[in-house]
């Protein structure tokens, strides 16, 4: 077996990183990838009493880091050299067999999901330590990748967590069991608390940081998704799904430190609007409340390029108050 490990993630990175890699290839005999910086991991190796490289051991130099204050939204394409980010892409090359960082979870996350892809019909990627019991051992999945679960979700985590327990721990016959946060009434999803209030009227916006990465039809697809749901769990509600709102694209680059074009913007809203028809609820532009002659946000309307001035929500829910149908 080979494994990839980002040497520059983690605590006291690269040294304990170096240590846990030498001990496992002499626990295990695999043979290991350490990604990362060539000089501070070869002087991690000679702390570690290893004058050089040992055998079943290499270096795949990168001169960036992704540290844990980066988006993990963003970070990929605002660092192109990252030990974690050429670690992702080795794996999803074929060049080892596994991948292990001990960085930024949400940018591990995040670049698994993106840069190696999910296992075809797996909806939504899991976090899942094996935690001891007092028989042994279980696999805890899914450990807050996703805050919100459907059933659909929950099933595949099952299948994923037997797989894993029967094929890797040695597990004959792995049980199944669920755990929640508990039932009180304050804890509540979005979903749970809409399904309590049963509201007359639902609109739907999702952020925008992860369109430049999942794209326009993916993007859209989570809207059907979450529609889908709304329309099947709020049969009497009315649904509107909101466009994205335009940006000021230099402040936005500013501050996010990687491009988004109000292009890009108004290609997936065309998107949203062409799903809001064939899912039979209602489109609302609320960009038109907010853009300028050329397309984008003004810049006196925003101060990163992004989210609105307190002011200017005002024109956001007139624009909605104005653009509604009455409910029946």
Request: overall charge negative; hydrophobic content about 40%; proline content about 4%.
């Amino acid at each position: 077996m080979k494994l990839i490990i980002d040497a520059m993630g983690g605590d006291n990175a690269p040294l304990e990183i170096v240590k846990g890699a030498l001990s496992g290839q002499k626990r295990w005999g695999v043979d290991v990838t350490l990604t990362g910086d060539t000089p501070a991991i070869l002087q991690a190796l000679e702390a570690c009493g290893e004058k050089t490289l040992p055998q079943g051991m290499e270096i795949v130099h990168t001169t960036e880091t992704v540290e844990m204050c980066d988006d993990p939204a963003t970070v990929f394409r605002r660092k192109k050299d990252t030990s974690m980010g050429v670690g992702l892409t080795m794996l999803r090359d074929g060049r080892a067999d596994a991948m292990v960082s001990a960085g930024s979870t949400g940018a591990l996350l995040t670049g698994a999901t993106l840069i190696v892809k999910r296992i075809r019909g797996i909806r939504r990627a899991a976090m899942a330590p094996v935690i001891p019991t007092t028989t042994g051992q279980a696999v805890l999945i899914d450990c807050g990748a996703n805050a919100e679960c459907t059933p659909e979700y929950l099933v595949q985590f099952a299948y994923l967590g037997s797989y894993y327990a029967h094929r890797v721990l040695g597990v004959e016959r792995p049980r199944v069991g669920l755990l929640n946060i508990g039932t009180e009434d304050s804890k509540q999803t979005i979903l749970e608390a809409a399904d309590a209030q049963q509201p007359a009227k639902i609109y739907v916006m999702l952020g925008i940081n992860g369109l430049k990465g999942l794209g326009a039809d993916k993007t859209v697809e989570l809207y059907r998704d979450l529609v889908q749901h709304l329309k099947e769990t709020h049969p009497a509600s009315i649904n509107y799904v909101q466009s994205f709102m335009p940006i000021n694209e230099q402040k936005f680059e500013a501050n996010y430190g990687y491009n988004l074009t109000n292009a890009e913007i108004d290609e997936c809203n065309e998107k949203l609007m062409a799903m809001a028809g064939e899912e039979q609820v209602y489109y609302v532009d609320v960009a038109s409340a907010i853009k300028n002659e050329t397309g984008g946000l003004p810049a006196e309307f925003t101060t990163d390029g992004l989210h609105l001035k307190g002011e200017y929500y005002n024109k956001w829910i007139d624009y909605l108050k104005e653009h509604t149908v009455p409910e029946t």
